[in-house]
């Protein structure tokens, strides 16, 4: 299943960059859950390239949901939506069709599709397909919210700028999710913008860490001993586009730590157990401990950049120049985010369900 | 699907570490793969405590193919290989069933299981449950050179001290499979077992870092969306018990990269498109490019430590003290690379029969 | 994975009868499999209600491919196929809400989404959303062709009228995909429409048998043990709507026959190996041996009946009178062949590609 | 996943008729299921070959639980048993390895595993390999019971002597679970055993239909538009060896009946919903009404039989005869019967699961 992610709770994506439309379906989503137009629309927003440090190509993300929502609630059958491309401009891309674009897909795509792909801004592999996954997992969101799980995703590292962690989790999820750019230290949004206005000014483009904590999750969520949470939500999180790290908890710092430091002590604490560090990240055995579950993705730097670059004609086999016009990003980080907490939402709504039954979502 | 991985070439996991056995069925396998039960031998003894630097449980794994494998080849059915436990002390566990043990399992197998789960040495979240994974993983790897695939995985990094990057891909591959501590720099081999008997001797454990290279996959492989080859193998690798992170090519270093560096400029050498760099880690997009794969995993710190930690009585809810007792390695980090071996080995036997038809591992 | 079929080219479903629309997500499909538009049209005709003996409701079918084809072809990507519904008439259903329909899934789907179904004209389970099947499926059967592989249903049964069976199979196939009331004598079609005319003078419906032939496929397509050839095709034939019953080869008829008869002996002829009877319907232990692949399905008579039928009120608990009003069918029998041949179509190019790789289809 | 099946609850079957075992691993069946061997025993007892109508090959089929299971209950991990072969006598069949047995996988496991599979006894193919089914089966069955759900199957027809229908649900599944040959009418038993008696004197063999009762499923179970209960069952019942037909209610009954006969009229009984009839088999759109889901299988005749058949030496291509030797049963109807139930009760168990979670098995 190669687009589709799920068993209970699924999520499909479809569509190219400089087709008609992108799209996603979400099946199995319990019946009854409130779907806000509003609410995808903001998250569609926050997606969306903007302001100063964005690509110039602005699209309203206009979404249609053809299926699966009635009287402003889930019916419990697939929900599709369409998001229309428009403001496509393929002329930018045609010209350059034979030099791979070093850091895409250009010439994998060539090699797996032999030439058949839609290659026209980077087709199915551009960051545009996102938008699908970014409205079907809206309400995956909104469905936890009710259940009072709280996704909340900051702009950990950015150019090369770091924000300060997260401290008191529920206010800061609020935060951020209040946030265009997404961070918990109002200097690092300054700091940050700035590199990232000096890459632009060079041609080039930053990458950084996104940093989520996930509240209110009930315990014995994970499955071993190859659905572990953490083997779930890396295969989710691996497919956002430039993400090329993920870590739980303390993650690649656990390597260079004693076991004594690393076991986080469990403690009674409000007659529940708790943890009193929280390195393993909310999950032991890849199961939930009820701890908030903390990971990190790293997020390479925007591929488009308009500096010239050695590549390849793959059509001709030769060396050659390029230098990549068109609109891009020198910053995707801050776009990421909306699309990590939709995936990893979509995600957990399939463990509970398939742990608790389809119905849990809504207390039915 | 729990306990079980792939689409086409699947692998699934059961056992305990004091029940009967642990055990392991791959199906899929094409037919008419050589099974040789030394390098199988050979592979469990990798994963094997072993020596002064490992628990004192000493099994010899002997294991027995049920079903599968007929004149010395794969079948093309089920292989079930069953390795029965032997030398178990239950009794070292019974008496502090109720102590959740910090940074294992104990307390969410409990929440999730409701106490009717097999506690004895951590059942089915011990890590004698690799076993099988190992033994079935030692198929998939032969099958895989066969085609020119190899898989090596060193110690990148263990209690603190590192030891040398690939350099010589497919020299450096032959001398870490060749070794039981699997480090490129003999130094670093004595630093490290220094670390780990320090650690040992202060009653405490050391993680590390294992980074793993593939070489000789065809370009290609892997899925949009979800099922890119980071996904695939993340999803497999963080399975592997002790694994909180996983990056591929230069991973979290790339969050502070600028895309001109980042990218993988492309370029024509001896007839075929390579990339000068490997950031990547060999995938662009999600895809193969041709180029080596590249994924370092963070391993956490053994959680059995002598030393006296602060946990609960998951019985009756109160706060506690525990000293683990019975064996335990002061490290796995050694251990593990085999394991990941293996879940790589499976996962890429799965995407190339995906890829190129069940038949193509065997060339018929 | 709900409305979700098929592993290495999966197919999805999304809509609603009175919703915006209905459709269907292709996957997996091989790059560069040529897309007929016309061939797409003249399918969904196939399925549509038309003339004396259906609804008088009359939609065109209209579809969109919003992505996943590009300059005529396949792209390797989600095909994502939208049919707009149009002419719907939701005051025909509002007003008898609460009385679950006789033989239709009113009742069922109330029990199962607890109300928040899109009840409208069976939402999901009306035969409507077939003709995203159908859609897609055009592209499957389109993609067999280019192999040499022939999918070919006649009704065999409708009615109480009997059709003969399959003679000459390439030649009956090309007939019955000629037609548009598929059968292969043409007195069975007019005594077949007298009986469904009759039945609508009644206020009634009929039901029938639809025979299909599959020739062209290689030996050796089926997986021991749970996905065997029949079991896949069953799981996808008792998708369609209204089909109770599926058998292959002599089916039923093989309880009373003897193995001596039942058995199919193998002969040698023009150097291939072949059965001299078809009793197994070309599939010997799950697998295909060659011979054309040949099952029957039995479709329930329409439920939508204007008779007064004894019911429920689900709303508060009573029994109830209901006469169907509104647009409705006295025979689907004929329109279901288009189905069958689409669900059957996307599951054989499922199975070829998890056998030969993905690329097979397309002689790559 | 080939010979796997299921989602939330799955089974996994593996072994050979000749070799070391055969058996089954059961994977995510609720924690805190009571496991009786004596059960488990009265089961493969029920499938085993006995008496004078069954082949001569007895084995006593002593199962080991390698795991999953302590202190007499599942622990919510894998189950595996193995059952390993004894008595097997493989001197029988290497002779005639090249001459393909009409009716059985010889030639399509030869064309599929280019004669690396194991031949000896049919192998994978070999009705031994349902052995490891009706073990793990014989789990799901008990833990159905607990929760009020039974499956009953009969003989509905054998050697062409018909039992009388399901009559009083409850009493009579418990007369059918009761007895070794499942009939409702013990007249029937005289006359279907002198049906395979007169067969088997005549060196030939014979079949019949399997008729199953669920009682007790809530309403709301299956799925649109693929995983209908009647897809999921039909998937699980084709993977039975010699099952070649499915049908569910009055199936394909159903196809001569008119819609106002053919719908179940809804009716108020005892203040729930029933029908009045159930032509359906308690199924509608799908999914369940609440009433007893009721299925028949159709069995093929033993393909073995001991007169002289025409066949092809599927070595050189050559024509040939074969007269099979060896142990076989002129009927495996009566055998197949707890085949079926297991199935049944595996699917069931994980379409609850996904319905309503992995504890509802057990009621925690």
Redesign the interface.
């Known amino acids: 299943?190669?687009?589709?992610?799920?068993?209970?709770v699924?999520?499909?994506?479809?569509?190219?960059s400089h087709?008609?439309?992108?799209?996603a379906?979400l099946?199995?989503m319990a019946?009854?859950v409130k779907v806000d137009e509003h609410f995808i629309r903001s998250q569609l927003t926050l997606r969306r390239p903007a302001g100063k440090i964005s690509t110039s190509r602005v699209e309203e993300d206009k979404f249609?949901?053809?299926?699966?929502v009635?009287n402003g609630?889930?019916?419990?059958?697939?929900?599709?939506i369409?998001i229309p491309n428009e403001n496509t401009r393929s002329g930018d891309y045609s010209a350059t069709r034979a030099l791979?674009r070093?850091?895409?897909?250009?010439?994998?795509?060539y090699?797996?599709?032999?030439g058949?792909?839609?290659y026209r801004g980077g087709?199915?592999?551009s960051g545009r397909?996102t938008a699908g996954?970014v409205a079907a997992g809206a309400i995956a969101i909104a469905a936890l919210r009710e259940k009072g799980i709280y996704i909340g995703t900051h702009i950990s590292?950015?150019g090369?700028v770091s924000d300060r962690p997260f401290g008191d989790m529920a206010a800061d999820i609020a935060v951020v999710n209040a946030k265009a750019f997404a961070v918990l230290d109002s200097a690092s949004e300054q700091n940050m913008l700035a590199a990232i206005e000096a890459?632009a000014r060079?041609g080039?483009?930053?990458?950084?860490?996104l940093e989520t904590a996930v509240t209110g999750l009930p315990?014995?969520v994970?499955?071993?001993?190859?659905?572990?949470l953490?083997?779930?939500l890396?295969?989710?999180?691996?497919?956002v586009?430039a993400?090329?790290?993920?870590?739980?908890?303390?993650?690649?710092a656990?390597?260079?730590?004693?076991?004594?430091a690393?076991?986080?002590?469990?403690?009674?604490k409000g007659?529940r157990?708790t943890?009193?560090t929280n390195?393993?990240?909310g999950?032991?055995?890849?199961?939930?401990?009820?701890m908030p579950v903390i990971f990190r993705c790293?997020?390479?730097?925007?591929?488009?950049?308009s500096?010239v670059?050695?590549?390849?004609n793959?059509m001709d086999?030769?060396?050659a120049e390029l230098a990549v016009r068109g609109r891009h990003d020198p910053c995707i980080v801050h776009r990421a985010r909306v699309v990590v907490d939709s995936v990893v939402a979509v995600a957990l709504c399939d463990m509970l369900a398939?742990?608790?039954?389809?119905?849990?979502l809504v207390n039915?």
Chains 1, 2, 3, 4 share one sequence.
């Not at 699924?10 to 190219?16: D, I, K, P, T």
């Open positions: 299943m190669k687009n589709t992610f799920g068993s209970s699924a999520l499909s994506v479809f569509g190219e087709g008609a439309a992108v799209g379906v099946d199995g019946a009854g249609v949901i053809e299926s699966g009635y609630r889930t019916t419990g059958t697939p929900i599709c369409v791979a070093p850091g895409h897909a250009d010439y994998t795509a090699c797996k599709y032999h058949f792909e839609d087709g199915h592999f397909v996954v590292r950015c090369g890459a060079d080039d483009s930053v990458g950084g860490v315990e014995g994970g499955e071993p001993f190859f659905d572990t953490e083997s779930v890396a295969h989710a999180l691996f497919a586009p993400v090329k790290g993920v870590e739980f908890g303390s993650g690649f656990l390597a260079d730590m004693r076991g004594s690393a076991n986080d002590p469990f403690a009674i007659g157990v943890t009193v390195n393993n990240g999950i032991n055995g890849g199961i939930t401990n009820g790293a997020v390479k730097p925007t591929p488009s950049v500096l670059q050695q590549t390849v793959i086999g030769t060396d398939m742990r608790f039954g389809t119905d849990w039915i």
